[in-house]
């Protein structure tokens, strides 16, 4: 018999806490675990022992999965599943498979025929949706825009352009870093009417989520989340 493959979320800081973010059953699953395919083995290590403090990491088998990872190499990554072994993919931070290379190894695990069991958990995107008061019934997630200055204008207008006309909610991520830089873009670019949201450090103390048109925001100023983990989405 072939085992699973569970895609298992992970915490979204450091300071989340895993009684508001994970279901007892998913420490259950991950308890019994030997076989992981993990984008950052040091996070994910770090990730397993606050799941469960009692979890013996030498004793388990965790391999990296990421960016880099060639697709002629995610099969053997999965071998331990036709042997018989359930494996555990995880994410840097939220679910495998959403802004995450695991994606590839779930597309080679339903290519192999093993049955992929998505585990609840955060997902910052989605979760940003929900608190955001766009449009949840038609969004997009359109992940990294373009670094090209040029580039990104013509991007940007053209996801305002299809939110006004489907009333379609644009969600997209920046590196930390550039944060500052991507909310000075918006705010040149966009129309002072398009509503657009900030959600920082989702699922932590420090969250924040604020939702204001152009206009206001930049009335506001610039918000404080330089180098902090944020989802961005605009409504025209």
């Not at 979204?12 to 993990?38: C, H, W």
């Not at 940007?156 to 873009?185: C, G, H, W």
């Amino acid at each position: 018999m072939k085992g699973k493959v569970y895609l298992i979320p992970t915490f979204l800081g450091d300071e989340s806490t895993a009684e508001q973010t994970m279901p007892t059953y998913n420490i259950d699953v991950v308890r019994r675990l030997k076989f992981f395919l993990v984008e950052e083995i040091r996070t994910a290590r770090r990730y397993l022992k606050r799941m469960d403090k009692a979890i013996v990491i030498d004793e388990l088998s965790i391999q990296q999965l990421n960016k880099d990872t060639k697709w002629e190499e995610i099969k053997p990554l999965l071998t331990p599943a036709l042997e018989g072994n359930d494996i555990g993919i995880m994410s840097e931070a939220g679910c495998p498979g959403i802004a995450d290379p695991g994606a590839l190894a779930v597309e080679a695990a339903h290519r192999m025929g093993l049955q992929v069991v998505p585990l609840i958990g955060p997902s910052s995107i989605l979760l940003a949706m929900m608190a955001s008061g766009m449009n949840g019934q038609n969004f997009a997630f359109v992940g990294y825009l373009p670094v090209d200055k040029g580039e990104l204008e013509k991007r940007i207008r053209r996801m305002e352009e299809r939110s006004a006309k489907e009333r379609q909610t644009q969600i997209f991520i920046e590196t930390p870093y550039r944060n500052v830089k991507l909310f000075e873009d918006l705010t040149r670019i966009l129309r002072p009417s398009t509503r657009l949201c900030i959600a920082t450090d989702v699922a932590c103390p420090s969250e924040s989520i604020v939702t204001r048109s152009i206009s206001e925001w930049m009335k506001a100023g610039t918000p404080d989340f330089h180098k902090k983990p944020t989802i961005f989405l605009f409504t025209a």
